[in-house]
Structures are given as structure tokens and as C-alpha cells.
């Protein structure tokens, strides 16, 4: 089973800061990768997917990079809604996986 | 608007049994694959299973394979899922979600609903 692991699992970040969030991929999964957000006690939301398209609706600040082993979530100018957790999910194979989530905390 | 409901969560005792379902509108239930996700208490995201539009293929995580079985009633405009041999390591929100055809993320979720196993 390919296996997603994000980084960091925590960051502190202040309003208007720039931040990133690595996900890494056990095998090659071309692009196929999403990205979502989640606040407590919601359902998840879907952010980015096919690695870099962002989702209708989604404002532009979010962007996705990356291909084959190796992805990027960057915020470019943090807002007071985005603090929430975020988690990358693989669907290259028919077994979806997630990685574990980053946890993006007020600073 | 999409919707998905989910509903049948509750607290079931290890060894016990529970079905779960989503109730989909606004917009062709019959041409959406489907997916449960859960999330255990205080845990990240997992996905356990996925049927195409017609039920045609069926996939499972490992950890619920030979113990839960998906299902659609395209009449219905519904999604369940039979949980059998429940164990306390299945207590979590479980979420119902639509996959976008072609690309395979998830692009609506219902608000999900609680199990609990525990005696």
C-alpha cells in the first residue's frame, strides 16, 4: 500500500505569513493528489486535487506543487480562517490514503 | 445544492453489527462513485471504502476487508454500509463522500455520524 507522510505535524503561524506543508509519497503517484482542510467538528474540504488545480470556490492564496514522490501545500498570506488541519490524500491506486495531517496553530 | 446525509451511528458492543447510511440529493446519485471515510476520535483521516456508480467495483481498506460491505440503492438515491464483528478500534465518525469522476478526490462530504463500540 503506498503510504502518505506530511510535514510538520504542528506549525505556529501568525496572520499574513507564508506556509508550507510537505507531503511525501511511499511510490510514485504521478499527480494524483488532493489536498484538504478541516476544522473541528466538520467535514473535510476539498482544497486541491491533481496536485496543483485549485478547487472551484477555493481563493487563490492556496496553491499545490509537485509530482511523483514529492508535494507542497503553500498558503501565500495566512488569514484567520485558515487555521485549521490539513491533510494530502493519494488516489493513484484504488486504495486512497491519507497523510497523518498538520495541525496549523496561531502563533 | 449537494447534500449527503449520514445517519445509523449509535453505540454497538464489540461483536455487534450496525448499517450506516447517506442519503445523497441535488444532484445524479447514479452517476457518482461513493466512499465512506472515518476519522476516530482525536485521529486523522481514513478511508474504508469505495463503490463505482453501478456497484460494478468495490474496494475496501484492509482493516475493515471480510467485516464491512458497501452498498447503493440508485433508486433510493442512497449509500449504506453493513458493519459486521464491529471492534472498539472502529469507533469513529464515519463520513460519506462523493468521488469526482476522472480524478478520483473527494469533492462533497456529508457531516458524518458517530459509532462507538465499547461494552
Do not use: H
Request: glycine fraction near 8%; proline fraction near 3%; charged fraction near 15%.
Amino acid at each position: 500500500d503506498i503510504q502518505m507522510t506530511q510535514s510538520p505535524s504542528t506549525l505556529s503561524a501568525s496572520v499574513g505569513d507564508r506556509v508550507t506543508i510537505t507531503c511525501r509519497a511511499s511510490q510514485s503517484i504521478s499527480s494524483w493528489l488532493a489536498w484538504y482542510q478541516q476544522k473541528p467538528g466538520k467535514a473535510p474540504k476539498l482544497l486541491i486535487y491533481k496536485a496543483s488545480s485549485l478547487e472551484s470556490g477555493v481563493p487563490s492564496r492556496f496553491s499545490g506543487s509537485g509530482s511523483g514522490t514529492e508535494f507542497t501545500l503553500t498558503i501565500s498570506s495566512l488569514q484567520p480562517d485558515d487555521f485549521a488541519t490539513y491533510y494530502c490524500q493519494q488516489y493513484n491506486s484504488y486504495t486512497w490514503t491519507f497523510g497523518q495531517g498538520t495541525k496549523v496553530e496561531i502563533k | 445544492e449537494v447534500q449527503l446525509v449520514e445517519s445509523g451511528g449509535g453505540l454497538v458492543k464489540p461483536g455487534g453489527s450496525l448499517r450506516l447510511s447517506c442519503a445523497a440529493s441535488g444532484f445524479t446519485f447514479s452517476s457518482y462513485s461513493m466512499n465512506w471515510v472515518r476519522q476516530a476520535p482525536g485521529k486523522g483521516l481514513e478511508w474504508v471504502s469505495s463503490i463505482s456508480s453501478s456497484s460494478s467495483y468495490i474496494y475496501y481498506a484492509d482493516s475493515v476487508k471480510g467485516r464491512f460491505t458497501i452498498s447503493r440503492d440508485n433508486a433510493k438515491n442512497s449509500l449504506y454500509l453493513q458493519m459486521n464483528s464491529l471492534r472498539a478500534e472502529d469507533t469513529a465518525v464515519y463520513y460519506c463522500a462523493r468521488t469526482v469522476a476522472g480524478t478520483l478526490e473527494f469533492d462533497y462530504w456529508g457531516q458524518g455520524t458517530l459509532v462507538t463500540v465499547s461494552s
